[in-house]
């Protein structure tokens, strides 16, 4: 379905390679994993018609940063790069930017599955969705800012032909990797456990996760496929025209609230799992074949969501 389709290997390799290599480089994973974030970013770069795709190439390519690679796939990657570039030093960017990957929505806070009721829970995450002050660019706004408000602010930019080059190139790298946090269901839920951080499992030696959120941000993904950019193929060839259409809709208040109601429903669903001890002689999961049978088609849609609707908010601002 991918409107690059029949230039697919060429795309791929163009966009593929340097991110590929860094990831080889990368120490340990992170929101989605690496993984995740070139999958979405793979999808979305070939859903983005001609015009568009120029336009984004243009402006990354004038970005002297080294954090990543400068293609579009690597810097899917570079928001968490720069929120890490200072974690054990100086901690500004650290602290300016960490909350802005999340929005921790209490699976206890909406007992009734009504969407005003969900928008409440949501808007308590968000602390209220603090206003980005006049004058002020989304890039500088408030650390206390949430996910969706953050894909909101750097959409409305890189739409705007008013955005100086600077802040809409900063736009652009951080949407890229925002729109795929927004989809990965343990970013936008809590169960009082920092979105399942604080959840052990036992199987890590399979999973590569030692926790549930990193088993939904690295390990269900691996389980996906070695080579991002083979996964990222395999969902792109798999997504219908319906689909397409029907994910486009609504904003990104519309998909926190799906990726948080799979979190409620999917990922915190742990029927089947074995409550076990682990090492420390905390108690700790084994999830099983069972909940990954569950979970594996969810974390497929949603890497294939986040492609096209990335692709949609880069084509919405595109000139
Ligand atoms: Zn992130």
């Known amino acids: 379905m991918s409107r690059c389709a029949a230039a697919r290997a060429a795309c791929a390799a163009r966009a593929m390679g340097l991110a590929l290599a860094l990831a080889a480089l990368a120490p340990g994973a992170r929101a989605w994993g690496d993984e995740g974030h070139e999958i979405i970013a793979s999808i979305a770069y070939w859903h983005l018609g001609a015009a568009a795709r120029a ?33 054990y030093a100086s901690r500004e960017r650290y602290e300016a930017t ?40 989304a890039s500088a706004g408030p650390a206390e800012a949430c996910v969706v408000d953050k894909v909101e602010q750097f959409a409305a930019e890189w739409r705007s032909p008013s955005t100086p080059a600077p802040e809409r190139l900063l736009a652009l790298k951080f949407l890229i990797h925002f729109v795929g946090d927004l989809h990965q269901p343990l970013h936008l839920a809590d169960d009082h456990d920092t979105g399942g951080n604080e959840v052990a499992l036992v199987q890590r030696g399979r999973h590569g996760a030692a926790n549930l959120h990193a088993y939904w941000d690295t390990g269900l993904v691996r389980r996906l496929g070695r080579r991002p950019e083979r996964v990222a193929q395999s969902l792109d060839e798999a997504i219908t025209v319906e689909q397409a259409r029907t994910w486009s809709a609504g904003g ?21 799992a074995v409550r076990v001890s682990a090492d420390s002689g905390k108690p700790a999961l084994r999830l099983g074949d069972a909940y990954e049978a569950r979970a594996l088609p969810v974390v497929r849609e949603q890497l294939a969501k986040a492609g096209i609707r990335l692709a949609v908010l880069l084509e919405a601002g595109a000139k």
């Open 98 to 137: 960490r909350r802005w990957h999340y929005a921790d929505v209490e699976i206890d806070s909406a007992p009734r599955p009504a969407k005003p009721d969900l928008l409440r829970s949501l808007d308590a995450a968000c602390g209220g969705h603090p206003p980005l002050p006049a004058g002020v660019r």
């Open 252 to 272: 990104p208040a519309d998909w926190a609230l799906d990726s948080f109601a799979l979190a409620r429903d999917v990922a915190y669903d742990w029927r089947g």
């Open 55 to 87: 336009e984004v190439d243009a402006v990354l390519q004038a970005d002297p940063d080294e954090l990543t690679a400068p293609d579009f796939v690597a810097r899917s990657t570079w928001a968490d790069r720069w929120r890490d570039s200072d974690r």
